[in-house]
Structure formats: structure tokens, C-alpha cells
């Protein structure tokens, strides 16, 4: 199985997880065309997919989607309260309604060999979710879009084998930087977005002897840096032991092109 970021930040996000023929996408936040470039990069398919994994209804993460599915019509899988959100936000022509298959934000899937948990996140959306995906002994996880994590964000992401998880932005950045004073608040809020360093209190809590690889994800382009984030988390992170003794390494996701998909 494979974790592979097309696209991760505030502009716009799409995961993919699966093997070399089938597997998900984890939001639609970007252009079918970059879509597809992406996955035709690693020699992927749309036609392969299994469905879509929507997190929840913010643009960064449903831009794409309406285009997406008129062209390739497949199941998308997200909770009720989001589903109506799409529909309201979305130009949905030429969509069928069937395709679309409502979750609890606490819930467990199993479709042909991937087993997908969703859990819920802190975040000002009408009922956000993230998502775990395991396939035989392999499993990988994605969290982003909270601004603050707790026990159970804890307990889905600490078996995993690779994870992507939220770094979003530098406080003093955000703190200065040309924002509305609103806008400054919502972001360092509960239900905001985690900062480079909450980012790795998350991965303190999660590192474990499984855990090889972690993406930092969902970089602001305004508030962040990738050298900013992947320096202050692996500061932050050299006084985990653990860290130090397992060897897990740590990588950006680019903001706007696909990251070098992660093998688990």
C-alpha cells in the first residue's frame, strides 16, 4: 500500500492511498487535470479508483470534486450532514445522488481488501472526519484540518505505518503576517489549524516502532514554510526518545505538485 500526496495546503488537497492498481482518493480539493497528471505520474488510473473519502465541504477540499464525477462517475463516501453541504456549495449536473454514501463521523467500512475507520476532528465544518485506511497489515493515516487533537484523533493514528498529518502554520508567521485579525482567530483556534508546533505534539503522542514515515501536510502558503515546518517539528521532536530509537523519518508534502508516494 501507498500514501501518496498529489497536493497538501491551504490551496488545495488530494491523497491518494492503495497499491500500484486500485485504491482511494482522500478529498478532491484541486482540478481534475492535476488529478490525473498526478496519478498517471505514479502510473495510476482514475478509471481504478475505488471511490473518494471527503473529509468535509471546505473548497481546499471539494473543488474538484463535481468535475471529477461527471467524468468518472464512483462512490464517494463522507457523512450525511457534509453530503448536504457538497449539494448546496457544489454544481452538481449530471450527478447522481446514488453514487454519494453517507457515514457516521465514527465509523468503519470495509470495501474489497481496505478496512477505513473515519474519526471526528475539531474544525469549523459542519461534521468533519478523518481517516485511517488499512489494507492486510499495512495501515496508513491522514489528520488535518483541526486545531486542536485528542484522545481519540490519538488512538486512530498511533498503529499506523505512515502518517500525514497537520502543520499548517508557524504562530509568529500567522501572528504578523497581513491576515484579518479574524481570520488570525479562527485559524488558532479549537477548530482551526494545528501550528508547526502542535503538529508535533500530535507525533509525540502517535510515534511508535510501526511508524516510518510522516508527511507534513496542509501548509499555508501565507504562514508557512516547508524548511520552517519540517525544522521547528524535528526540533520539537529531538526530545522524544522514541523518535530518536525507531528512526521515523519525516518529509513535507508540497503545497501545489505530487510528494513522492510513500511505500508501507
Known amino acids: 500500500m501507498q500514501l501518496y500526496s498529489i497536493a497538501s495546503g491551504s490551496s488545495g488537497n488530494c491523497i491518494y492511498v492503495g497499491d500500484d492498481e486500485k485504491g482511494f482518493l482522500v478529498d478532491v480539493g484541486i482540478s481534475l487535470k492535476r488529478v490525473r ?8 488510473s482514475l478509471d481504478r479508483l475505488e ?19 461527471r467524468k468518472h462517475p464512483m462512490p464517494v463516501y463522507t457523512t450525511a450532514d457534509t453530503i448536504e453541504k457538497i449539494w448546496e456549495k457544489c454544481n452538481m449536473n449530471n450527478i447522481s445522488p446514488d453514487i454519494f454514501h453517507s457515514i457516521r463521523s465514527v465509523d468503519e467500512i470495509e470495501l474489497d481488501q481496505y478496512m477505513i ?26 489528520a488535518t484540518d483541526m486545531g486542536v487533537y485528542n484522545d481519540m484523533v490519538i488512538e486512530h493514528m498511533s498503529d499506523c505505518d505512515a502518517v500525514l498529518i497537520e502543520a499548517n502554520h508557524d504562530i509568529n508567521l500567522l501572528q504578523v503576517g497581513p491576515y484579518p485579525y ?11 489549524h494545528l501550528s508547526n508546533v502542535a503538529s508535533a505534539g500530535l507525533l509525540k503522542e502517535v510515534v511508535n516502532r510501526r511508524l516510518k514515515k ?13 524548511e520552517l515546518a519540517y525544522n521547528t517539528v524535528s526540533y ?3 526530545s522524544s526518545r522514541s523518535w ?17 508516494p510513500i511505500a508501507v
Open 182 to 192: 479574524q481570520l488570525k482567530l479562527r485559524i488558532l483556534g479549537d477548530k482551526g
Open 214 to 226: 510522516v508527511v507534513l501536510g496542509h501548509l499555508s502558503e501565507q504562514n508557512n514554510f516547508p
Open 51 to 69: 471511490g473518494i473519502l471527503i473529509t468535509h465541504e471546505h473548497s481546499d477540499h471539494i473543488a474538484g470534486l463535481a468535475a471529477l464525477l
Open 244 to 260: 530518536k530509537e525507531y528512526g521515523t523519518e519525516l518529509v513535507v508534502a508540497d503545497r501545489k505538485k505530487p510528494t513522492a
Open 117 to 142: 475507520r473515519s474519526f471526528p476532528i475539531s474544525h469549523d465544518a459542519v461534521d468533519p472526519v478523518c481517516y485511517t485506511i488499512e489494507s492486510g497489515s499495512s495501515k496508513v493515516g491522514i
Open 236 to 238: 520539537e521532536m529531538e
Open 37 to 44: 497528471e498526478g496519478l498517471c505520474e505514479q502510473g495510476l
